[in-house]
């Protein structure tokens, strides 16, 4: 149809994104899917001293430090629009509208270690002191219309478009440790942290920028530091507290917990239903829904709306991190860096699981921006082996791989939501999926693997329970001769006589027992041969029971004789007080109480030897 046609057209029309990839060898942009190939107009950095790396928000502009220069692109067509001579810079961070870019690099003393830089020729726009990488990046609104950043005990605000007016706002928040401003559109707000003192509880307060009004506030005890998280329309806001060492000794990162603030006024705790530790918060792009991953492992995950009520309970297993797509349609739910790499995908609509695969050695994943595919990387410093990158489909698995020799870090290009086609989830592939989560299988040894099992255990009292008469007391002897055999070729020499004798009486019971089944109608039916193998099984029956029970009365004696010396022990314990005593030595009270009980004793040892006669 026509329809199909245009959504057809669309979705070839849709753009490729680019993945940067830092290493050794350089930084790069290579193409995303279907191509992979490398990205022509972006001339390759091959410098073996790239630090850091960062595409802007809407993913024109892409910049990097190769340890000379921080250098500025523009991506579609790779022309280096400015080189800024700051080669120690640690850290890059875009504006919303890359019209700026801030840099960071390790305080040195007296001079400003963080500048904010024009992006269209590398014009120096302020300059600032910031001496902790906590916290150093500068905020802006999505429109650029304001910029905040943190000193001590305030906020200061600037004209995110131009630096040069100064600060033109105090926010002032005694004690605060941290903030984070709010996404999307006016009015804005501002979530502050401010760590108690003394004792007392401490607070996130969330505070309206304009105005400097107190909208909502959440005290909490044990918390040293937090993670805030606002969804998309900057209604609410998620805070991760955590201690710097948990009391309790569930985990070692320290006590975790999770508080929901809300613009309607709304503060409170999150409650979870497994104890441990929190290990990832993430919003719907919808601003509606949270996901969460908590609790001793293997972790649970569950699905949340914004009165912290749970719709969906996602199970337990080896997870440590959540992340929906850009589209919102699907979460993903892994374990990667110490777990094995699992990675469950699931309907965010239907609450179904998708997809299982496997990426081990993973410590890095993030999703494509047309919500279908995403990258697993292994980086080095975390692991210096087996460095590289691999794309994934969410339901097909493993797609394109790249191997390295040094990989330091990869990121997507960042591409706006509606430059995709809105496609509903994709039905279950036909063909086999690369990287899928194998069933646990039992456990075979190494030389037994890709081979028939010759035997099963206890195969010879299965084959008995299946067979009948003769023929399943035949198959038994049968069974146990031959596994036997080799084992008496071997060590005959060193098998005791006891050993062979008691072999002997189980081959010859099992003999008699075969020959004297034969027709199953009674006695007077059998032959005098079976007559005379039944007579002598039943002699041999009676034996054991005999020698059973000699074996049982000698225990009893043993017993018994045990007893009594236990018994003569105390007594002459008692004689050895009772001299003392007689010499005029002073006793205890609980030697004299054992004194008292000889007559008892000697009566108890009397009684023993009369029931051993």
Same mark, same amino acid.
């Given at each position: ?93 875009? /504006? ?29 726009? =302020? ?25 001590? &005990? ?81 209604? /609410? ?176 290009? %960042? ?13 279950? %592939?036909?063909?086999?999926?690369? &990287? ?52 008496? /070729? ?112 000697? =009566? ?6 009369? /029931?051993?006669?």
């Amino acid at each position: 149809s026509d329809f199909q046609l245009l959504k057809l057209l669309h979705v070839m029309a849709q753009p490729i994104p680019l993945l940067a990839v830092r290493g050794v060898d350089g930084v790069a942009l290579v193409q995303g899917p279907p191509d992979y190939g490398p990205h022509a107009p972006f001339n390759v950095d091959t410098t073996d001293k790239s630090r850091v790396m960062n595409f802007s928000p809407d993913g024109t502009h892409f910049a990097w430090c190769n340890g000379a220069k921080v250098m500025v692109c523009r991506v579609a067509d790779g022309a280096v629009l400015c080189s800024i001579d700051r080669p120690k810079t640690m850290a890059l961070l875009f /504006s919303p509208c890359s019209t700026f870019l801030a840099t960071w690099e390790n305080y040195a003393g007296k001079e400003e270690n963080m500048f904010v830089w024009q992006t269209r020729d590398g014009t120096l726009a =302020a300059k600032f002191f910031n001496k902790r990488f906590d916290g150093w990046e500068p905020q802006w609104t999505e429109d650029e219309s304001l910029c905040v950043r943190a000193v001590t &005990g305030q906020l200061d605000l600037y004209d995110g478009r131009d630096f040069g007016k100064g600060i033109i706002q105090r926010l002032k928040i005694e004690s605060m440790q941290s903030f984070s401003l709010s996404c999307g559109p006016p009015p804005f707000k501002v979530a502050a942290f401010v760590p108690g003192k003394k004792g007392g509880p401490s607070a996130v307060r969330m505070y309206a920028v304009q105005g400097e009004a107190l909208i909502c506030s959440r005290s909490f005890y044990r918390a040293d530091r937090v993670t805030m998280d606002w969804n998309a329309s900057g209604t /609410s806001v998620l805070v991760s507290t955590q201690t710097e060492v948990d009391k309790t000794g569930q985990s070692y990162e320290g006590e975790t917990n999770l508080y929901y603030l809300s613009d309607d006024g709304v503060g409170s705790i999150v409650q979870l239903d497994k104890a441990g530790p929190i290990f990832a918060v993430a919003w719907a792009p919808n601003g509606k829904e949270f996901a969460a991953v908590y609790g001793i492992m293997p972790a649970r995950a569950g699905l949340f709306n914004r009165k912290c009520e749970k719709l969906k309970d996602f199970g337990c297993g080896p997870h440590n991190m959540v992340k929906f797509s850009p589209s919102g349609k699907i979460i993903c739910i892994a374990g990667f860096g110490n777990v094995r790499g699992e990675i469950q995908m699931w309907d965010a609509t239907n609450h179904t699981l998708l997809s299982e695969l496997v990426a081990p050695d993973s410590t890095y994943f993030a999703w494509c921006p047309d919500s279908r595919h995403f990258v697993t990387a292994t980086t080095a410093p975390r692991l210096n082996v087996d460095n590289g990158y691999k794309i994934w489909h969410y339901r097909r698995g493993m797609v394109h791989k790249t191997e390295k020799k040094v990989l330091w870090g990869v990121q997507w290009q %960042p591409i706006a939501r509606d430059k995709f086609a809105d496609r509903p989830v994709s039905p279950p %592939p036909d063909a086999p999926v690369q &990287g899928k989560k194998e069933a646990a299988t039992k456990y075979r040894p190494p030389g037994a693997r890709g081979k028939p099992a010759s035997f099963t255990l206890h195969g010879d009292q299965d084959s008995a329970k299946a067979g009948s008469g003769a023929a399943s007391a035949a198959s038994a002897v049968s069974a146990s001769s031959v596994v036997g055999a080799g084992s008496e /070729s071997a060590d005959s020499k060193e098998t005791s006589k006891s050993a062979l004798k008691n072999k002997k009486r189980r081959e010859a019971k099992a003999k008699a027992a075969a020959l004297a089944s034969g027709t199953p109608g009674g006695l007077h039916e059998r032959t005098p041969e079976q007559k005379k193998n039944v007579e002598l099984l039943k002699q041999m029956i009676a034996d054991d029971k005999a020698k059973a029970a000699a074996e049982s009365g000698d225990a009893g004696k043993q017993d018994v004789a045990k007893a009594i010396r236990n018994l003569s022990k105390k007594l002459r314990q008692i004689e050895e007080l009772k001299e003392k005593q007689a010499k005029g030595e002073t006793l205890q009270a609980n030697q004299l109480d054992k004194i008292k009980t000889e007559d008892s004793l000697r =009566a108890e040892i009397a009684a023993l030897e009369k /029931s051993a006669e």
